[in-house]
């Protein structure tokens, strides 16, 4: 077995009933059961086929293919994208017969519009791009039905927490975000030092706000912890700021993190 490359944060989950999990999460989606636990809006989504399934999953991340063998017991074809050459290359031969494309590219620059058919997103995700590999997922010109990524626990929870931040925003403009199993630290090789999640994204058609919307919500980002009123300040006198404020139902005492996205839209069209 090839060794861990701490670099790349490579921690390799081998369970394989939590495997098998995130596989069946990837391929039909939240169990309507489990809706309520759903964030986001109202907007339609993504138009699922029959059996909410893609025949095409997308994976990050493959490592020594472990979620890999799972997806290839559901999915018609599985593209692996795996950024270390080695095992990029080790890879195939893993599942001889199988439909499994391996790709050794990083994520980040994988060029989506190759794919020209219906597809599902999947990966454990190195904990240090995650952000990145989420924004880009969700902002992708050719949209997959879903996005199923295992990560570090609390950025799942803080993506599908009520006390907002710039990524949970984003996420929820983009959206509906429910989290799935914890799996705990002791689960992979070697042990990363914190427990992970598996959070899975159901996207919109489009967009819930304008980008220019996302402009104002960085500005009022700017000091996380302070009032929003004051990072707003800027833009008009404070007095029009707490007057603004107040028609949009918001608190003068109100901080970044208490405002959910259609409140920065209505103070947007308010302010601009």
């Given at each position: 077995?090839?060794?861990?490359?701490?670099?790349?944060?490579?921690?390799?989950?081998?369970?394989?009933?939590?495997?098998?999990?995130?596989?069946?999460?990837?391929?039909?989606?939240?169990?309507?059961?489990?809706?309520?636990?759903?964030?986001?809006?109202?907007?339609?989504m993504?138009?699922?086929?029959?059996?909410?399934?893609?025949?095409?999953?997308?994976?990050?991340?493959?490592?020594?293919?472990?979620?890999?063998?799972?997806?290839?017991?559901?999915?018609?074809k599985?593209?692996?994208?795996?950024?270390?050459?080695g095992?990029?290359?080790?890879?195939?031969?893993?599942?001889?017969?199988?439909n499994?494309?391996?790709?050794?590219?990083?994520?980040?620059?994988?060029?989506?519009?190759?794919?020209?058919?219906?597809?599902?997103?999947a990966?454990?995700?190195?904990?240090?791009?995650?952000?990145?590999?989420?924004?880009?997922?969700?902002t992708?010109?050719?949209?997959?039905?879903?996005?199923v990524?295992?990560?570090?626990?609390?950025?799942?929870?803080?993506?599908?927490?009520?006390?907002?931040?710039?990524?949970?925003?984003?996420?929820?403009?983009?959206?509906?975000?429910?989290?799935?199993?914890?799996?705990?630290?002791?689960?992979?090789?070697?042990?990363?030092k914190?427990?992970?999640?598996?959070?899975?994204?159901?996207?919109?058609?489009?967009?819930l706000?304008?980008?220019?919307?996302?402009?104002?919500?960085?500005?009022?980002f700017?000091?996380?912890?302070?009032?929003?009123?004051h990072n707003?300040?800027?833009?008009?006198?404070?007095?029009?700021?707490?007057?603004?404020?107040?028609?949009?139902?918001?608190?003068?005492?109100?901080?970044?993190?208490?405002?959910?996205?259609?409140?920065?839209?209505?103070?947007?069209?308010?302010?601009?």
């Amino acid at each position: 077995m090839m060794k861990n490359k701490k670099s790349l944060g490579q921690n390799w989950l081998k369970n394989r009933v939590i495997l098998e999990e995130i596989a069946d999460l990837a391929y039909y989606g939240v169990d309507p059961l489990m809706e309520d636990d759903y964030v986001g809006g109202d907007s339609d989504m993504v138009s699922k086929s029959e059996n909410k399934g893609a025949g095409l999953c997308l994976e990050i991340g493959p490592g020594l293919g472990f979620l890999t063998s799972s997806l290839l017991k559901r999915f018609r074809k599985v593209i692996a994208v795996e950024f270390d050459a080695g095992l990029a290359r080790k890879l195939p031969g893993s599942f001889p017969g199988k439909n499994l494309t391996v790709v050794n590219e990083d994520v980040l620059e994988y060029d989506f519009r190759e794919i020209d058919e219906p597809f599902v997103i999947a990966g454990n995700i190195p904990y240090y791009i995650t952000s990145p590999i989420i924004k880009k997922v969700l902002t992708l010109e050719k949209k997959p039905e879903r996005v199923v990524l295992l990560m570090q626990k609390e950025v799942a929870e803080r993506i599908v927490s009520s006390k907002e931040t710039l990524l949970s925003l984003f996420v929820k403009n983009y959206a509906k975000a429910s989290v799935g199993p914890v799996v705990p630290r002791e689960e992979f090789t070697p042990p990363p030092k914190v427990d992970s999640q598996v959070v899975v994204m159901e996207l919109y058609e489009e967009s819930l706000v304008d980008k220019k919307v996302f402009d104002l919500i960085r500005k009022g980002f700017s000091a996380p912890r302070k009032k929003l009123a004051h990072n707003l300040a800027g833009l008009k006198p404070k007095t029009e700021i707490m007057s603004v404020l107040e028609e949009c139902g918001i608190s003068k005492e109100a901080r970044p993190g208490d405002v959910e996205l259609q409140k920065w839209a209505e103070l947007y069209k308010v302010i601009k």
